[in-house]
């Protein structure tokens, strides 16, 4: 049994031993995911779901490695066996009909070369790409909250924002931080606006978070923002 | 501690991750906003993920990171663990080697993870953790080389879930902290205590502790005889309430 052997057995009996919410079970847990992930011979796939596979198969090593009994005399060839087992099922699955997109997953890479690559399979996921897919996808949009609430905080339509301010502070007043902190890409520090404003920067920042923040927030709701993304 | 010779946990970021960071993203008023979101709600989720493997629940739908107005209003990343606290996830670029920190993160965090990300958005990387710093005198950035392992994101919240789970006994200290405590959960009780616990020498425990505890007691009508003895009395209770959650966190370590 070599010292990667060694290792992987006493995780699991770590494991074992532990209830899952302990400190010893999590700090296991931590330790084997990381062996795992260095594990050569894990099936890999370039399919736009091959994430979401992967994913589900550390949370099923989470929930069901009390249960792996190694078969050969290697303990990390045998859970690399047990894990593709898993793993091997839902890449399947992504083959199935029923997906919009079946690529071919197994095949070696250099098959597809020539054709297509396949990295032009997978949908717009680079960092440098993103820039162009968000602008898409804001066009697309047909209500946006970030401009509503821009659009408000410049008109400020019934001057709540710029009525809100410290005492003899006018100039300190909620339309004027929300500018500098919310619509600016960099918003301003608390600090820098202190001084721009020879205000003291506890009078300012307590003022943003017990008035304007509430108030920006109460203008989201008014503009009928309650909900989450949905999945 | 070399962060470098570590290999780090990759986490795949799949499709749904996506599509949500894409809904959050195409709301805000300009694509330099909507890469802000979107980047910090995959880290968000990254750190989700990872939890959800070691069996730790969160709730992205009570998160400000994944709320379409929050993310509108303020820079943040944070991920709830119910009953325990937020925790801030910060993405951290290809070449970027600090990890800066918006006002708006400062305050009300258990700590904060730095996320690594590479050109390609199919998954990233857990570089580390630092726990929840000093907020009277807060740092506006973390340098990469200061994160520490992710393992003390575990140590982290399970100090933080022991000592919660003390103030629900019957031990006479915690009956008595919970019949004080008035204005503040005691998740933001405990999370105070455990930065006291490990930034502070254990000489200033007492008056640290004290101070804090003060400040969660809705403040009544004193003359200043009373108001020293009400003091005295406190810093009694936090003293033998921070000296407690001590001999739970060291009999753990």
């Known amino acids: 049994m070599d010292d990667l052997d060694g290792r992987l057995s006493a995780l699991i009996a770590e494991i074992r031993q532990n209830p899952a919410n302990s400190r010893k079970w999590r700090t296991a847990m ?28 550390f949370e099923w090593v989470s929930r069901e490695i009390a249960k792996f009994e190694p078969r050969q005399s290697s303990v990390s060839k045998s859970l690399v066996n047990w894990i593709n087992g898993y793993l091997g099922w839902r890449i399947q699955d992504l083959h199935s009909p029923d997906k919009d997109a079946p690529i071919s997953l197994n095949a070696p890479l250099a098959a597809d070369i020539g054709e297509t690559t396949r990295l032009e399979l997978l949908p717009d996921v680079t960092l440098s790409g993103l820039d162009g897919m968000i602008e898409n996808a804001q066009k697309e949009s047909t209500q946006r909250i970030g401009l509503e609430l821009k659009l408000y905080i410049e008109q400020d339509p019934e001057d709540k924002l710029k009525n809100s301010y410290p005492r003899s502070y006018p100039e300190c007043n909620c339309q004027f931080l929300s500018k500098r902190r919310v619509l600016q890409d960099h918003p301003d520090k608390f600090q820098d606006l202190a001084e721009e404003l020879n205000v003291k920067y506890t009078t300012l920042n307590s003022h ?24 | ?12 970021l799949d499709l749904k991750a996506h599509q949500m960071a894409r809904q959050l993203a195409a709301v805000q008023s300009t694509v330099q906003k909507g890469k802000r979101v979107y980047l910090n709600a995959l880290a968000v989720y990254a750190v989700h993920s990872y939890l959800k493997w070691l069996q730790i629940e969160t709730d992205l739908n009570s ?9 509108a209003l303020a820079n943040v990343g944070d991920l709830v663990i119910p009953g325990i606290g937020s925790l801030e996830c910060r993405p951290v670029l290809p070449g970027e080697t600090t990890i800066l920190l918006p006002e708006e993160v400062i305050e009300n965090r258990i700590g904060y993870v730095g996320v690594q990300f590479s050109d390609r958005l199919d998954s990233v990387q857990l570089l580390g953790f630092v ?15 200061e ?8 140590e982290q919240i399970t100090r933080l879930e022991e000592a919660l789970a003390f103030l629900e006994t019957d031990d006479p200290v915690a009956v008595q902290v919970r019949a004080q405590i008035e204005t503040q959960s005691q998740s933001n009780i405990v999370a105070q205590l455990e930065r006291i616990y490990r930034t502070c020498e254990e000489y200033e425990w007492r008056y640290a502790a004290g101070e804090m505890l003060a400040g969660s007691i809705a403040s009544g009508e004193f003359t200043r ?29």
């Open chain 1, 30 to 57: 931590n330790k084997l995911l990381l062996e795992i992930q260095q594990l050569p011979g894990l099936k890999k796939s370039v399919h736009q779901d091959y994430p979401e596979a992967l994913n589900r198969t």
């Open chain 1, 208 to 231: 943003w978070k017990r008035k304007c923040e509430p108030s920006l927030q109460e203008i989201a709701r008014s503009l009928g923002y309650k909900q989450e993304p949905q999945p």
């Open chain 2, 1 to 12: 501690m070399n962060l470098a010779e570590l290999p780090l946990l990759t986490v795949p």
């Open chain 2, 63 to 71: 998160s400000d990171s994944f709320n379409p107005a929050k993310t």
């Open chain 2, 131 to 145: 726990p929840s710093l000093d907020s009277s005198n807060p740092p506006q950035q973390i340098a990469v080389a």
């Open chain 2, 147 to 154: 994160l520490m392992p992710i393992d003390t994101l575990i």
């Open chain 2, 225 to 253: 005889e009373s108001a020293d003895r009400a003091d005295t009395d406190l810093q009694d209770l936090a003293e033998a309430l921070l000296e407690k959650l001590a001999g739970i966190w060291r009999d753990a370590a």
